[in-house]
């Protein structure tokens, strides 16, 4: 059986193409030609599970990673063990890819939440500056430095 490690790296690698062709920005011109997703072809690299599909047909036989071995013998055994093998490989990526979204979904949450804070922030100095100016001279009070620990 292929050593476990061979075929997770290879499935990491699947995800990682997968994902950069049907996602990323380097890609977008070959998306756009082909009609993105209103065409039956722009659809077919649109989707990175199924971009995974064409990438792990391709990286099985680059990488000799067959962790699925079937009974029959001859050419029907091979295409067999390489169309089986492909297909584990692609829903191990699908796998990978839904770890990702989660860890790539909670840093966007934490970016949005810094974000917020800044803004809350940032509308609190606004509101009191507004409100120093609009107080008479000599009921304006100046700001205390923030106390050091």
């Known amino acids: 059986m292929t050593d476990l490690f061979q ?31 209103e ?11 199924c971009v995974s599909h064409y990438m792990a047909f391709i990286l099985v036989p680059l990488t000799g990673t067959y962790p699925i071995r079937v ?26 890819r839904v770890i990702f979204w989660f860890v790539d979904e909670s840093q966007g949450l934490v970016r949005r939440r810094q974000r917020t804070e800044e803004e809350e922030i940032a509308t609190k100095r606004l509101v009191r500056k507004k409100v120093a100016q609009e107080l008479p001279a000599e009921q304006r009070v100046e700001p205390l430095p923030p106390e050091t620990h």
């Open 7 to 37: 075929l997770f790296a290879v499935a990491a690698v699947v995800m990682g193409l997968s994902q950069t062709v049907a996602k990323e920005r380097i890609f977008a011109p070959l998306r756009e030609k082909l009609g993105g997703k």
């Open 39 to 49: 065409t039956f072809f722009g659809y077919l690299v649109s989707c990175p599970y």
């Open 71 to 96: 009974v029959v013998g001859g050419l029907v055994g091979s295409v067999l063990s390489w169309f089986f093998s492909s297909i584990l490989l692609t829903v191990i990526a699908a796998f990978y």
